[in-house]
């Protein structure tokens, strides 16, 4: 519970000497309420983020191998690449692929078959703790190391005759190795994905604590990032690479595309079709990684909501600076930067969230997805830029200030 001394140490911080940050045109921001309603409204974030991290979390035993799953379980093979040291010596098995927090001179492969339990329910992850039970739990029934040769060609033979559409998940801040290997799983088994689901998994320290050096391990990532795009792109069995970046792991996306196009990559990016989910990032330097990526085809999305309580945490503690993942999309300042920009920005507050913070929503998008494509083809109908609003209710996008519910256009 060591964190909760952090979260008071912050709260006591947030007194006289807090900062006012000023906000920038096409970011709608709340006036600041008083100082004690100020420090109330944080505290239930605050104490919740707390309690997360405090409550028992997969460890290295939750990633054994299990042997057969059980019938009726569904099974989802990962490719992951990582910038994550391997453990070593008594804390792993030889043949086993478990990573530390620790930062990587090189990246490393492996290969994980996740079996989930015969009662899964879409957009959750029935964890496993602290070892797994197969018939309730997410569990490993295979896994080996690869290298980079050996993880290239398993990708591409996902595709059988036809290019294999890749599907690159880029996790956020507070995750550990398990944590992020079995989201992966869930939102690949939800959305019935037939492509190859890859893990980017960076080496986040996993704890409550450790937001500045996850800032710092996202940026030691940006190269590892940028160069495994590029060598999927220039793979001639991958067809269209779909990069997810969630929170922290959004700033880290954004940064390798920004990498990308600074260094003439322009054809790996024409390749790309990016989602930023609840990004962390904040709105002043999203405005400039953006003058530098330029624009994409399709859009890139933002998921977002303005409720979003661990961006909110963010964001008091960078001093007030507005993140992006949690801009409102009903500002008619925000509509016009989304047409200037060339991007979609879709409000996902209607969606049910796991975490209690509202931060985790875009996991549920997973299990609509095929309701989506059958409407709207396979690219999601997700072309158009602008600001919508997902609608639960028939899972379609509408725009904020019609509601009327249709979805957008297909091809």
């Known amino acids: 519970?060591?964190?909760?001394?952090?979260?008071?140490?912050?709260?006591?911080?947030?007194?006289?000497?807090?900062?006012?940050?000023?906000?920038?045109?096409?970011?709608?921001?709340?006036?600041?309420?008083p100082r004690p309603a100020r420090l109330l409204w944080l505290a239930a974030p605050l104490l919740a983020l707390a309690l997360v991290a405090c409550a028992s979390r997969p460890g290295p035993a939750a990633i054994a191998t299990v042997g057969d799953p059980p019938p009726g379980a569904q099974q989802v093979t990962i490719y992951v690449a990582t910038t994550r040291q391997r453990a070593a010596g008594d804390s792993a098995a030889a043949d086993s692929n478990v990573f530390t927090a620790g930062r990587a001179r090189s990246v490393s492969y492996a290969e994980f078959t996740v079996s989930l339990p015969p009662g899964h329910q879409p957009g959750k992850v029935e964890w496993?703790?602290?070892?797994?039970?197969?018939?309730?739990?997410?569990?490993?029934?295979?896994?080996?190391?690869?290298?980079?040769?050996?993880?290239?060609?398993?990708?591409?033979?996902?595709?059988?005759?036809?290019?294999?559409?890749?599907?690159?998940?880029?996790?956020?801040?507070?995750?550990?190795?398990?944590?992020?290997?079995?989201?992966?799983?869930?939102?690949?088994?939800?959305?019935?994905?037939?492509?190859?689901?890859?893990?980017?998994?960076?080496?986040?320290?996993?704890?409550?604590?450790?937001?500045?050096?996850?800032?710092?391990?996202?940026?030691?990532?940006?190269?590892?990032?940028?160069?495994?795009?590029?060598?999927?792109?220039?793979?001639?069995?991958?067809?269209?690479?779909?990069?997810?970046?969630?929170?922290?792991?959004?700033?880290?996306?954004?940064?390798?595309?920004?990498?990308?196009?600074?260094?003439?990559?322009?054809?790996?990016i024409r390749r790309l079709r990016v989602v930023l989910a609840a990004p962390d990032i904040d709105a002043d330097v999203f405005r400039e990684q953006l003058e530098v990526i330029g624009k994409l085809s399709p859009p890139l999305t933002l998921l977002v909501a303005r409720d979003d309580a661990a961006l909110n945490v963010s964001r008091f503690i960078a001093g007030e600076r507005p993140r992006i993942g949690a801009i409102d999309v009903r500002n008619p300042r925000v509509q016009a930067a989304a047409k200037a920009y060339d991007v979609q920005i879709v409000d996902i507050s209607s969606l049910a969230s796991t975490d209690g913070l509202g931060h985790d929503r875009f996991v549920e998008l997973a299990a609509y997805y095929p309701q989506l494509a059958a409407q709207a083809g396979a690219d999601n109908g997700l072309r158009q830029a602008g600001a919508f609003v997902f609608n639960t209710v028939g899972a379609t996008l509408s725009t904020p200030f019609t509601l009327v519910g249709k979805a957008v256009g297909g091809e």
């Open 128 to 268: 496993p703790n602290p070892s797994p039970d197969p018939n309730a739990n997410f569990a490993v029934v295979s896994q080996r190391t690869l290298d980079q040769a050996t993880f290239e060609t398993e990708v591409v033979r996902r595709g059988g005759a036809r290019p294999v559409g890749v599907g690159v998940f880029v996790h956020g801040y507070n995750t550990n190795f398990q944590e992020a290997l079995f989201r992966m799983a869930q939102m690949a088994a939800d959305a019935h994905v037939e492509g190859a689901p890859i893990l980017f998994a960076w080496p986040s320290e996993g704890t409550l604590s450790g937001y500045v050096a996850d800032k710092d391990a996202v940026t030691y990532s940006r190269d590892q990032l940028a160069a495994l795009l590029t060598s999927l792109a220039a793979k001639p069995g991958v067809g269209r690479i779909t990069v997810i970046g969630h929170s922290m792991g959004g700033w880290l996306t954004a940064e390798a595309l920004r990498q990308l196009r600074l260094t003439g990559h322009d054809a790996v």
């Open 1 to 33: 519970m060591a964190a909760l001394t952090g979260i008071a140490r912050l709260l006591i911080a947030a007194g006289p000497e807090a900062r006012r940050g000023r906000g920038r045109p096409g970011v709608q921001r709340a006036a600041a309420a």
